[in-house]
C-alpha cells in the first residue's frame, strides 16, 4: 500500500481559514499567503508548483469530489476551458480585488464608513454575524477583512458549483491563480504546461 502525502490533507487548511474568519473576521488577511505564494514561486522558481502540489483548495475539491464522491464526474464544456474565459475570469476578479483595495482605500481615507458584511460577487449580503473586535483594529483593515474574505468565499462557492458540475477539480481549470501563475510562466519562458 502506498503511503499517503501530508499534501493529501490541506484540504483542511482552507476548512481551517473559512471558520475562523466566522470566529473573527480580521483572520481573513491569512488568505494573502494563498494570494501571494503561488505568485512568488512562479516568480522565483518559473514553475506551477503551489497549484499542482500545495493547493489546499485543489486539495479540497479533490477530497469532496473524488474521496466522498459528490462530483458528477463529467468534462467540462470547453468554454470553460477555453483561454478567452480564462483571461476574462482572472480579469473579473483581479477587478473585485481592485474594488476590495479601493473599498479600503476610501474608509482609512474616511470618504466612506466600513461595511461589516461578507457578500457573494461583491453584491449579494449573506446573513452572517461576522464577529469582530470594535476598535482592535482600524477600520480600514476590517474593510479589507471583510471585502478578502468575500472574495474567497466567492471563489470557494464557484469552485464548490463546478466540482460538483463536472470533475473534482475542475475550478483548477479556470482559477485565477492559476491562471496568473501560468502567465508568468510564460513570460519567463519556463514553459510551464496548460
Not at 75 to 98: C, D, V
Not at 131 to 155: E, K, R, V
Request: aromatic share 18%; net charge positive.
Amino acid at each position: 500500500m502506498a503511503r499517503k502525502s501530508w499534501r493529501n490533507h490541506l484540504w483542511i487548511v482552507t476548512c481551517v481559514y473559512f471558520l475562523l474568519g466566522l470566529y473573527n473576521i480580521t483572520f481573513a488577511w491569512l488568505g494573502l499567503v494563498f494570494f501571494l505564494t503561488p505568485l512568488l514561486i512562479a516568480i522565483f522558481k518559473g514553475d506551477k508548483t503551489y497549484c499542482n502540489k500545495y493547493c489546499d483548495r485543489g486539495r479540497l475539491f479533490r477530497f469532496l469530489g473524488s474521496r466522498l464522491g459528490v462530483s458528477r464526474g463529467k468534462p467540462m464544456p470547453a468554454w470553460l476551458k477555453s483561454r478567452w474565459f480564462r483571461y476574462l475570469f482572472m480579469a473579473y476578479f483581479l477587478g473585485m480585488f481592485g474594488s476590495v483595495v479601493a473599498v479600503t482605500y476610501l474608509v482609512a481615507s474616511q470618504a466612506r464608513e466600513l461595511d461589516s458584511a461578507v457578500k457573494l460577487f461583491q453584491a449579494l449580503r449573506l446573513p452572517l454575524d461576522m464577529t469582530h473586535s470594535t476598535g482592535a483594529f482600524p477600520d480600514w483593515a476590517m474593510q479589507f477583512s471583510f471585502g478578502f474574505y468575500s472574495l474567497m468565499l466567492t471563489s470557494l462557492t464557484l469552485g464548490l458549483i463546478t466540482m460538483l458540475l463536472f470533475k473534482p477539480r475542475s475550478w483548477c481549470v479556470y482559477c485565477p491563480m492559476g491562471t496568473m501563475t501560468q502567465t508568468i510562466c510564460r513570460l519567463k519562458r519556463k514553459g510551464c504546461s496548460e
